[in-house]
């Protein structure tokens, strides 16, 4: 893995050296190895965990030049679960994610930042309930090359993480002792859609 972190810093300084040299390519998300999760403080006695399980990904990559990474997330707000249906429903409701209104909420990237051989910041706004704001996550290249399993498939492996204020788009039902501040993580698998 090593090897390959290492190739891909080194494409990166490539390109820096010398613009121009490759362009950004669509990818399609494996959903199978992909997953959406979050973490809510729950009255400070013990910490909620859920997932969406429906969310769709338009990502243009291009391995040698980092920041000409564009990414489109969209996560259906209906979709979330915490293994509680009571809860379910009232994280649909309007006292949260208003899904009936408000079905889909969308990251779409301004600026992908390189911070390290296997790191970027990605930054970009996210419109949640009606409301934009600038966010910053952070993505961790796992590992980039060809599948074990089917080497003619190219598979980018990626763990994004970052921490989002739900008060700062009007989300604020039960804060502070219901968690304000939500870390977030985008566990993704893809591959070119050639």
Do not use: C, W
């Not at 910490?47 to 920041?67: K, Y």
């Not at 564009?70 to 915490?82: E, I, K, M, P, Y």
């Not at 994610?97 to 970027?120: K, L």
């Amino acid at each position: 893995m090593r090897l390959i972190q290492i190739a891909f810093a080194a494409a990166v300084l490539v390109q820096t050296a010398v613009p121009g040299l490759s362009r950004a390519e669509v990818y399609v998300v494996d959903k199978s190895h992909a997953f959406v999760t979050f973490t809510a403080d729950h009255l400070g006695f013990s910490a909620v965990h859920g997932q969406f399980r429906d969310f769709d990904a338009d990502i243009e990559l291009d391995p040698s030049n980092v920041e000409a990474t564009r990414v489109r997330f969209v996560v259906r707000t209906a979709s979330v679960d915490t293994y509680n249906k009571t809860r379910d429903n009232q994280l649909r409701s309007a006292a949260f994610f208003d899904s009936e209104n408000f079905p889909e909420m969308v990251f779409t990237s301004t600026e992908v930042r390189p911070t390290g051989a296997d790191t970027a910041e990605i930054t970009g706004d996210l419109n949640l309930i009606g409301v934009a704001r600038p966010i910053t996550l952070e993505a961790k290249l796992n590992q980039f090359g060809p599948s074990p399993l089917f080497p003619d498939i190219t598979v980018a492996g990626f763990t994004v993480t970052g921490v989002i204020d739900r008060t700062e788009f009007g989300m604020t039902f039960g804060a502070p002792a219901i968690g304000a501040e939500i870390p977030i993580r985008i566990d993704i698998e893809m591959s070119p859609a050639e």
